[in-house]
């Protein structure tokens, strides 16, 4: 899963229980015709390239002042804020962040403003697809994407090349590379490690093991979207090859405890030769004021088993109304401004942010400030999303605490494990009456 406003001209508020607030805009709040919007989003990699978008914003719309509330950083702790305010019909709130998976839950519960009647099909069919179906629930749309995400194979190119590797198409092979690069390292790196990825309890590693089993023909939950599938003869085998070979042979016990940020983190300074994440990496770990390894990285679709295809988790994020603004007009204005053509060509270049705008992965311009787009759009088309559901926060509560049972304990009976989180998750579907 998992990785990602801080915009500009804006005055400090102050301190929030659970986050910090930032005033953006440039207009005076005592203008009488002037409009506050709160924003609750998370704080950006690169705030400098959000200072000149808002700047961009208030120049257009100078009448509106954006106030933004920064969440937490992990998407975990966000939600819990998010939902929150939204189920105290909190009214200082205006738009948010949504991640994909909390959509349906957000619809269901009419806290997401429906937005087919100011996002017509005319405008939609410049997205991506799998961004607008994310954003969509039982026949409406709840969401505009900023940004779409999918899980990636970062490696080393400079040690591929060095042991005449190209890079591996499935987990064997890769398990197989580390080990002989990590050797032969050794003596010169001994801190050197075969793989970092995101298995900390959290949302993440729901990405991360949804990859391992869709690799291997598994699914999370069945083709028929109305059973889990944990206990499945492919999901089991996945879940062990990830005990056994990534958490046991290949990474650093330490995995175990390890977001985005951390296990970026080792493969930038140099201690892992395979890493999973979101594209946002590709431009930290190449740039050389951030990584130790940077011109030294290369990025392909992640690997799979034997007979399987390679799978990708869907992520990304959108911009969603608040049911309950007063100033859902203003907020409409803020969400076109910020997802048009012109401001997502901006990200993409100015902070590699992976456009949900089909045409953008043509731009010249685009192409030649983030080359690597041209080997993500591919996968970025057939990027997997998770189950969908209104209760997919206490699903993948479940997953989660299953999937970091079963990687932490080498003696942990899998399939009965596996079994309860089936009989749990079942157990939630009859009680909503709703399917995945």
């Given at each position: 899963?998992?990785?990602?406003?801080?915009?500009?001209?804006?005055?400090?508020?102050?301190?929030?229980?659970?986050?910090?607030?930032?005033?953006?805009?440039?207009?005076?709040?005592?203008?009488?015709?002037?409009?506050?919007?709160?924003?609750?989003?998370?704080?950006?990699?690169?705030?400098?390239?959000?200072?000149?978008?808002?700047?961009?914003?208030?120049?257009?719309?100078?009448?509106?002042?954006?106030?933004?509330?920064?969440?937490?950083?992990?998407?975990?702790?966000?939600?819990?804020?998010?939902?929150?305010?939204?189920?105290?019909?909190?009214?200082?709130?205006?738009?948010?962040?949504?991640?994909?998976?909390?959509?349906?839950?957000?619809?269901?519960?009419?806290?997401?403003?429906?937005?087919?009647?100011?996002?017509?099909?005319?405008?939609?069919?410049?997205?991506?697809?799998?961004?607008?179906?994310?954003?969509?629930?039982?026949?409406?749309?709840?969401?505009?994407?900023?940004?779409?995400?999918?899980?990636?194979?970062?490696?080393?190119?400079?040690?591929?090349?060095?042991?005449?590797?190209?890079?591996?198409?499935?987990?064997?092979?890769?398990?197989?590379?580390?080990?002989?690069?990590?050797?032969?390292?050794?003596?010169?790196?001994?801190?050197?490690?075969?793989?970092?990825?995101?298995?900390?309890?959290?949302?993440?590693?729901?990405?991360?093991?949804?990859?391992?089993?869709?690799?291997?023909?598994?699914?999370?939950?069945?083709?028929?979207?109305?059973?889990?599938?944990?206990?499945?003869?492919?999901?089991?085998?996945?879940?062990?090859?990830?005990?056994?070979?990534?958490?046991?042979?290949?990474?650093?016990?330490?995995v175990l405890t390890y977001q985005e940020p951390e296990s970026l983190a080792v493969f930038v300074q140099g201690k892992a030769v395979f890493h999973r994440n979101w594209p946002y990496a590709w431009e930290v770990a190449n740039n050389a004021e951030?990584?130790?390894?940077?011109?030294?990285?290369?990025?392909?679709?992640?690997?799979?088993?034997?007979?399987?295809?390679?799978?990708?988790?869907?992520?990304?994020?959108?911009?969603?109304?608040?049911?309950?603004?007063?100033?859902?007009?203003?907020?409409?204005?803020?969400?076109?401004?910020?997802?048009?053509?012109?401001?997502?060509?901006?990200?993409?270049?100015?902070?590699?942010?992976?456009?949900?705008?089909t045409a953008l992965y043509s731009d010249q311009d685009v192409l030649k400030a983030a080359p690597q787009f041209r080997d993500q759009f591919a996968v970025f088309q057939a990027a997997t999303p998770r189950p969908r559901t209104p209760v997919y926060?206490?699903?993948?509560?479940?997953?989660?605490?299953?999937?970091?049972?079963?990687?932490?304990?080498?003696?942990?009976?899998?399939?009965?494990?596996?079994?309860?989180?089936?009989?749990?998750?079942?157990?939630?579907?009859?009680?909503?009456?709703?399917?995945f």
């Amino acid at each position: 899963m998992r990785g990602p406003l801080l915009l500009a001209a804006g005055i400090l508020l102050g301190s929030l229980t659970a986050s910090s607030q930032e005033t953006l805009g440039a207009k005076s709040a005592t203008h009488e015709s002037t409009t506050v919007l709160r924003f609750v989003s998370w704080k950006p990699d690169n705030p400098h390239a959000w200072d000149e978008a808002l700047a961009r914003f208030t120049e257009a719309y100078p009448r509106i002042r954006v106030v933004r509330e920064i969440a937490p950083h992990s998407s975990t702790a966000f939600h819990d804020l998010l939902t929150q305010k939204l189920k105290n019909h909190d009214p200082t709130v205006d738009l948010f962040l949504m991640d994909v998976v909390w959509v349906s839950e957000f619809a269901a519960a009419g806290w997401a403003l429906p937005l087919d009647s100011l996002f017509p099909p005319s405008e939609r069919i410049q997205f991506l697809p799998n961004t607008i179906e994310a954003g969509s629930y039982q026949g409406q749309v709840y969401g505009v994407p900023l940004r779409i995400d999918s899980g990636m194979l970062y490696y080393r190119a400079d040690l591929l090349r060095k042991y005449g590797f190209e890079p591996p198409q499935t987990w064997e092979e890769l398990a197989r590379q580390a080990d002989i690069i990590v050797e032969g390292e050794a003596p010169t790196d001994p801190g050197l490690r075969g793989y970092s990825g995101q298995f900390k309890q959290y949302e993440g590693l729901v990405c991360n093991m949804l990859e391992f089993i869709g690799s291997r023909g598994g699914q999370l939950i069945s083709q028929d979207g109305r059973q889990p599938a944990l206990a499945t003869p492919e999901s089991l085998a996945s879940v062990r090859f990830v005990r056994d070979h990534i958490i046991r042979r290949l990474a650093s016990r330490a995995v175990l405890t390890y977001q985005e940020p951390e296990s970026l983190a080792v493969f930038v300074q140099g201690k892992a030769v395979f890493h999973r994440n979101w594209p946002y990496a590709w431009e930290v770990a190449n740039n050389a004021e951030r990584s130790a390894i940077a011109g030294k990285v290369g990025i392909a679709p992640l690997p799979r088993f034997p007979g399987g295809p390679s799978v990708a988790a869907l992520g990304g994020w959108l911009y969603g109304i608040s049911a309950y603004s007063q100033h859902q007009n203003e907020a409409w204005q803020f969400i076109s401004f910020f997802s048009s053509h012109e401001m997502q060509k901006f990200f993409a270049i100015k902070e590699a942010l992976a456009p949900s705008r089909t045409a953008l992965y043509s731009d010249q311009d685009v192409l030649k400030a983030a080359p690597q787009f041209r080997d993500q759009f591919a996968v970025f088309q057939a990027a997997t999303p998770r189950p969908r559901t209104p209760v997919y926060p206490a699903v993948s509560h479940i997953l989660q605490r299953y999937f970091s049972r079963a990687l932490a304990f080498a003696d942990v009976d899998l399939e009965a494990e596996a079994t309860s989180a089936d009989r749990q998750i079942n157990r939630l579907l009859r009680l909503t009456g709703e399917s995945f």
